[in-house]
């Protein structure tokens, strides 16, 4: 019996069409069952892709930060109009707010149960047996098998970098270098959608096949478990407060404007895309007496810069990753990684995984992460993805309600309508400035 072309076609569509969570899912529960049975020179194979893709990620992670920030700053900054700046720096410590209180949650719930963990050396391919047959490396060692790839550019220097051509964009005013900074970040994520987001099923599943066999992915998974419980938790925890201080300044019951945004959050949970669910926001925030004009503007602008569901998801993983590992967790070694990680989500491309994509260089440049722990961040914020975006959407909200009383109901001329700024892409085709899905 064969496959006609239409079965093909069918297999092939259902195929692409399932969705990247299971396919996650899929590779922890097989690497899980594989690891203690897979022969050591399969495991080198794995383990050789594992370290091909963890330099290539090495390698262009400094260019998502410069490709996605660079006109993420510069879009911000030609937005002329105080109200804008407001909203932006509303959401920027909407977001910063939400980290800390993740850390110090964090902190108290996760340091007796996971600290001194034992996995020091996680990710060691002694303690697995496994040893790839070629690595990827950023600097020459000794080796006879590695392949040096170093980065064009260092990640804090790529991110100045970002900073000070993005600012400069905004002030020149100038079409021709926006449009090639728009056309660069369009580069950037098509790399991340079509090359990094399908290799990770793959990657995730050599970390935990190596996890496995090394004896540490029940101790991984379960303690995982603890920390997803948590963050789930703290999304409602930072909804709460959202909605007090809006509700506060806006004169109605917070948890009556909470159970108004009701529709979005289910909404954000079925589609997980902040882009998709903008218009079920909108709907929901006027019925908290936000104005038409407040909520054509916040809401676009928000789902782009707004990510405190986001925020606490890395947070609280990568904090329970650094308690694994004996890494630096005190709040002065990790305050930095929160402000700057705050600037990386205003820039995360809407697909999913670009967020913790984008974050992947503030990993492993401020907090030190290797190959092993990257993957796991991967794998815990894919899982959870649909919440943080159904948390981001909801608290847009929150401040369109602040911006809705600050305003009195109207921006007059000072604000552009983030939904307006758009830059014109190949030969009559129009692109949105910035995509807002995450």
């Known amino acids: 019996m064969y496959c006609t072309s239409v079965d093909r076609r069918t297999i092939v569509k259902s195929f692409k069409s399932f969705p990247l969570l299971g396919w996650i899912i899929l590779a922890i529960v097989l690497g899980i069952l594989t690891g203690p049975v897979m022969p050591a020179w399969l495991g080198g194979a794995f383990m050789t ?76 391919d002694s303690e697995s047996g496994f040893s790839p047959y070629l690595t990827v490396v950023a600097t020459a060692g000794d080796s006879a098998t590695e392949i040096v790839l170093p980065p064009v550019i260092g990640v804090m220097s790529a991110l100045v970098l970002a900073f000070i051509l993005g600012i400069c964009l ?37 970390i935990f096949m190596d996890l496995s066999a090394s004896g540490s992915a029940v101790t991984v998974v379960t303690k995982f478990l603890l920390v997803a419980l948590v963050s789930f938790g703290l999304t409602f925890v930072v909804l709460l407060a959202q909605y007090s201080v809006a509700g506060g300044m806006a004169g109605v019951n917070p948890l009556k404007a909470l159970w108004n945004m009701r529709d979005a959050y289910f909404t954000a949970l079925g589609t997980s895309s902040s882009a998709a669910t903008i218009p079920v926001t909108l709907a929901s925030t006027k ?26 998801k890395i947070t609280c993983f990568s904090f329970a990753v650094l308690l694994l590992t004996g890494g630096e967790s005190s709040f002065g070694a990790y305050l930095p990684f929160i402000l700057m990680l705050g600037v990386m989500m205003i820039a995360a491309p809407g697909v999913p995984g670009g967020a913790i994509a984008a974050a992947a260089g503030l990993l492993t440049q401020m907090l030190g992460f290797g190959e092993a722990e990257v993957g796991l961040m991967f794998a815990a914020y894919i899982a959870l993805d649909s919440f943080g975006t159904a948390t981001n959407v909801t608290g847009d909200g929150a401040i369109a309600m602040i911006m809705n009383k600050l305003t009195r109901g109207n921006l007059g001329a000072q604000a552009q309508d983030p939904a307006d700024a758009k830059v014109e892409v190949g030969e009559g085709r129009e692109t949105p400035s910035h995509a807002p899905a995450r």
């Open 49 to 124: 892709y594992n370290s091909i893709f963890s330099g290539f990620l090495g390698f262009i992670v400094p260019l998502i930060i410069l490709g996605l920030v660079m006109p993420a700053i510069a879009e911000l900054g030609k937005g002329a109009g105080k109200w804008l700046g407001i909203t932006a720096m509303i959401a920027y410590g909407s977001t910063i707010l939400a980290g800390m209180l993740a850390y110090f949650v964090s902190r108290w719930l996760f340091t007796p149960s996971l600290a001194g963990a034992g996995l020091d050396v996680i990710g060691d």
């Open 170 to 206: 905004a002030a020149l005013h100038s079409k021709v270098l926006f449009r090639a900074a728009v056309e660069f970040r369009t580069i950037i994520e098509i790399v991340i959608r079509r090359m990094i987001v399908p290799a990770l099923p793959l990657f995730i599943f050599g």
């Open 287 to 312: 019925k908290n007496g936000v104005s038409d004009s407040i909520a054509g503007f916040v809401v676009p602008l928000c789902a782009t810069i707004h990510l405190s569901g986001s925020m606490v």
